[in-house]
């Protein structure tokens, strides 16, 4: 029998599910470590996936509650695309990937796993990062723990504004 050790779901398996939209952000910040934010924008935020593909895996979404690209203002996509670069060189300075994946999935169609409020994932790869375990058994190590690297990522959206090209 295999055992993949995997702690902190149980929080979420035994906790209570939300009944709104986890993009959503309350307008206080009382929740943000315990919802892993990590910075807001005036239009977007953010946040650390809370089930990542690897170490780093951060989104960026839009305050407001849209699916649809299109819908988005001007105003929205700038800094959207400001904190991707900002993500970007986060990324590169705490975890040195040789690559990011940076997507977008629009409609359950197209993967969306919440298709109700449009987000953008960074997933930093390296080059061998589907190890055997990937491969042979379809499962995915991640070899940090979301605390951690919480911790380790916060401050360096602390210090500048991420909003703006630095």
């Given amino acids: 029998m295999k055992q993949l050790w995997c702690p902190w779901r149980l929080q ?9 939209c986890v993009f959503c952000l309350p307008a206080h910040t009382d929740e943000d ?10 239009w977007n935020f953010i946040v650390m996936n809370k089930y990542p593909y690897n170490s780093g895996h951060l989104m ?3 305050y407001r509650h849209i699916m649809d690209i299109c819908l988005l203002s001007s105003e929205e996509v ?4 400001r904190l991707l670069q900002r993500c970007t060189a986060v990324l590169q300075q705490c975890y040195s ?6 997507g977008l999935n629009l409609g359950e169609a197209a993967g969306a796993g ?6 953008f994932h960074l997933v930093p790869r390296w080059n061998g ?3 055997f375990m990937a491969i042979l058994d379809e499962v995915r190590v991640i070899p940090e723990h979301l605390r951690n690297a919480y911790a380790t990522l916060k401050p360096l959206f602390a210090g500048s504004d991420p909003g703006k090209n630095t």
Avoid at 33 to 38: A, G, I, P, S, T
């Fill in 97 to 102: 990937p040789q690559g990011v994946n940076i």
């Fill in 12 to 20: 979420y398996i035994l906790g209570p599910k939300p009944d709104a």
């Fill in 114 to 119: 919440i298709r109700e409020h449009i987000h």
């Fill in 33 to 42: 470590e315990e919802r892993l934010v990590l910075h807001r924008g005036q």
């Fill in 60 to 62: 960026v979404a839009p």
């Fill in 129 to 131: 990062d589907s190890s």
């Fill in 78 to 81: 700038t800094e959207m695309m």
